[in-house]
């Protein structure tokens, strides 16, 4: 499965934008699928994830009531709604999928997107 993120930019803090994630060559509902964040010069971190059946989500604490995350496996588009933005959510954001179940270690995951930078300006 391909995936390709788009959606970032430049945000104030405060801001709410959205990243989509499109899927092709495969089908969602066949992946648990996420999107996981670098910032520089840290480490992957994991902000959100669906099981392969869609059914059920995990957040990350840093992210836990102010993102939200939907997927329609029929469209194979993923989306996150990043809500009140951080300086500290500054990061490239990518879309992840993976053939096992949801995992929130980023190395747990085979396909990725080429990633879309937010910038949180405070």
């Known amino acids: 499965v391909q995936l390709q993120a788009f959606g970032g930019g430049l945000v104030q803090a405060g801001g709410s934008p959205r990243l989509s994630c499109a899927a092709s060559?495969?089908?969602?509902?066949?992946?648990?699928t996420a999107w996981i964040r670098q910032a520089p010069g840290k480490e992957r971190e994991f902000v959100a994830g669906f099981t392969r059946s869609g059914s059920n989500t995990y957040f990350s604490d840093s992210v836990k009531g102010r993102f939200t995350i939907s997927r329609d496996n029929t469209r194979n588009m993923m989306l996150l709604q990043m809500n009140s933005l951080k300086p500290e959510d500054t990061a490239v954001y990518y879309c992840?999928?993976?053939?096992?179940?949801?995992?929130?270690?980023?190395?747990?995951?085979?396909?990725w997107g080429q990633g879309t930078e937010v910038t949180v300006s405070s």
């Open positions: 992840a999928a993976r053939s096992g179940p949801l995992a929130t270690m980023a190395a747990a995951y085979d396909y």
């Open positions: 060559g495969g089908t969602f509902s066949s992946y648990a």
